[in-house]
């Protein structure tokens, strides 16, 4: 029998840090990045413990040289790829847009998905359109590919006569079912779990609809997250369990949610869920995972796990300053690029594309942010317009109980 | 028509609404083949499949979020939380996401499930299986909240529920189970089948949402109760030689605020019953709406007559519970006032 181990050392408390903070020289070093077109393509019906090290990995298919490579190419046609620059683009400019318009007291809130446009907008190219999106409040951009009217986003956002949501929610909480957009809520977590909710009724059902669920790297700690997962897995439900991993969660890195210890993808091996990481500035390989993920859940094989490995180059928010504990250019130095321009490049690369076709999709999506822009502010910016106060007390219920009904007449609307 | 105990009641609610629309289906912690711990779910696998009455992970967040999720779609699940005692595990899904889901998306989302939960004391359950959560919910804008007292209420409150395009909380009084209590607790069991409300339709009825129901009528003073208060509230006017009349809430919310009032009015004196702890209990609000309302006909203080402001301990479970001699102690105390 083995004598109990002695501490050779008092204990002591880890609170992990990030290799850099304000002031500090920028530091990537710890990234570990594989090289374009090394990660295997399995079949869709591997198992999790097959496809493990896909959990460790970075699936990439545009290299250095911006050209696709490996078993992970898509080959998607050249106007697939323009369809997606072009979403892109266009998220890229509305964000600029209303992130200005906050700036300028238009409405009191708005969050930009910067750098991380590629994940949204080439799922949205990937999935059917009747899929059904649980997403978080940096996916604009499915909405945008989907063809949502971006006034009425703006519309939204400005809580005016014409908001979709009847001026009750905290602007860029869209919702469409319609556009497959399951309504966004500000608690952190809670659509994952639903949308393994959903993809269990239309199994159900014998419905041909998959569900695609998104959270943040942070929010991967909520208990939703095991839940969400576990059900996933015990049920197989047909559904794309997807982690942004954008590296900030607020002020947090995403140590603080254990992302140093393993990656977020390995989450899934323990319960049995394939489970990928992806280079989520790669429009081609998210595409590519997203593909395989969708044929998974469709041919009756069950949820993926895919962790996109991305960074947040904007602010959490409007009320964010990440001056106060980053380093001020670390989205520049971000060792996997910038999606757009990725993209873009492999589109001039292959000759499909040129610096004057890009400049005149900017100079497109600058014109249609614009127009949209014009005709959602003649409706009114926030606090010019809104819906009727009587909204207010609407839809707290299908038919407003007396009680509520009665507190509109005491408010006197 | 049968006698049915509140299980088989409940268990027929579902069992119709299963059969009437295959939108319907049931899950939570061993309600599949086993049939539930208190046997609510009994035969509904067997008879329905599989997929249509399982069991689910012990994870009441992953419950209640995966209902919101098939509601979302267009199911109308019911789900069982094993205990009232185990449902806050699920809270955040409930008040955050099914309780709003309809308001801040302008209806195009919408809840639509049943929860059926069994709460209340009267079996040494201890703190963690005899709880009384119910304010904790009514305090929640876009949830009704739903407590039967007898066999015939539960099957028509819940398949009435069950229909309801918002989501509904039942609270089952778990001590009424298998036959009615008045809280004469070393009196013999007595079983539902002596009772009238145990004659139980087989088929398809409901029993309105938000409608009170007046059991005992009376002149002295009105007695608000929901779930075993109800029993309870009856013995305890004959004990107490009072002409209470006795009003079975059955809704809280949206709470029967008319029949409470005509009671009041009627008779100008109020006792609040509930299992639940007092402060802040779902009492206070009553007592708040009687005052608001009937206050020129009130002749004397409202009383309530509530669980302790403590955890709900085992072994003192008769001087916890708000049984009848405490109930008829305040109903003559309010006849003195």
Known sequence: ?413 | MPAMNMIQALNSAMDVMMTRDPNVLVFGEDVGYFGGVFRATEGLQKKHGLTRCFDAPIAEGGIVAAAIGMGAYGLRPVIEIQFADYIYPGYDQIVSEAARLRYRSAGDFTAPLTLRTPYGGGIFGGQTHSQSPEALFTHVAGIKTVVPSNPYDAKGLLIAAIEDDDPVIIFEPKRLYNGPFDGWHENPVSPWAKHPDSEVPEGHYTVPLGKAKVVREGNDLTVLAYGTMVHVAQAAAVHAGVDAEVIDLRTLIPIDIETVVASVKKTGRCVIVHEATRTSGFGAELSALVQEECFYHLEAPIARVTGWDTPYPHAFEWEYFPGPQRVADAMKRVMEG
């Open chain 1, 1 to 413: 029998m083995n004598a109990p181990l002695k501490n050779t050392v008092p204990l002591s408390l880890r609170v992990p840090e990030p290799r850099a903070r304000p002031g500090d020289p920028i530091d990537f070093s710890g990234l570990v990045v594989a090289p374009a077109g090394a990660a295997p393509r399995p079949d869709i019906n591997a198992s999790a413990y097959a496809v493990r090290d896909l959990a460790f990995t970075l699936v990439r298919v545009l290299d250095e040289a911006n050209v696709a490579v490996g078993p992970w190419n898509p080959k998607l046609s050249p106007a697939q790829m323009k369809r997606g620059l072009r979403t892109m683009v266009v998220t890229r400019a509305y964000d600029e847009r209303m992130y200005r318009m906050q700036r300028q007291g238009k409405t009191s809130f708005y969050m930009k998905c910067t750098g991380e446009e590629a994940v949204a907008s080439a799922q949205a190219l990937a999935l059917a359109e009747d899929d059904m999106c649980f997403p978080t409040y940096r996916q604009q951009a499915l909405l945008i590919a989907r063809g949502y009217p971006l006034v009425d986003m703006m519309n939204q956002i400005y809580s005016n006569a014409a908001d979709p949501c009847k001026g009750r929610q905290l602007p860029v909480m869209y919702t469409s079912k319609a556009h497959g957009f399951f309504s966004i809520s500000g608690n952190l977590g809670t659509q994952f779990s639903q949308a393994v909710g959903w993809a269990m009724a239309s199994a159900y059902k014998g419905d041909s609809r998959i569900a695609c669920a998104y959270i943040g790297e942070g929010s991967t700690a909520e208990g939703d997250f095991h839940s969400a997962l576990t059900f996933a897995s015990v049920y197989d439900a047909p559904v794309i369990l997807n982690v942004v991993n954008n590296q900030w969660a607020i002020s947090s890195f995403q140590g603080i949610a254990g992302g140093e210890e393993s990656t977020f993808a390995s989450r899934g091996i323990g319960y049995g869920i394939p489970a990928l990481r992806v280079d989520g500035n790669d429009f081609l390989a998210v595409y590519a995972v997203t593909q395989w993920a969708a044929d998974r859940a469709r041919a009756n094989l069950g949820p993926t796990l895919i962790e996109h490995f991305t960074y947040r180059a904007a602010p959490h928010s409007t009320s964010d300053d990440p001056g106060r504990y980053r380093p001020v250019n670390e989205a520049d130095a971000w060792p996997l690029g910038d999606p757009v321009e990725r993209l873009r490049d492999h589109l001039i690369a292959s000759g499909e594309w040129s610096d004057d076709d890009h400049k005149a999709l900017e100079k497109e999506a600058a014109d249609l942010v614009r127009a949209a822009g014009k005709e959602a502010e003649a409706i009114g910016t926030l606090g010019q317009s809104r819906p009727s106060v009587k909204e207010m007390f609407e839809d707290v219920y299908k038919e407003t109980p007396w009680h509520i009904r009665r507190q509109r007449q005491e408010l006197g609307v």
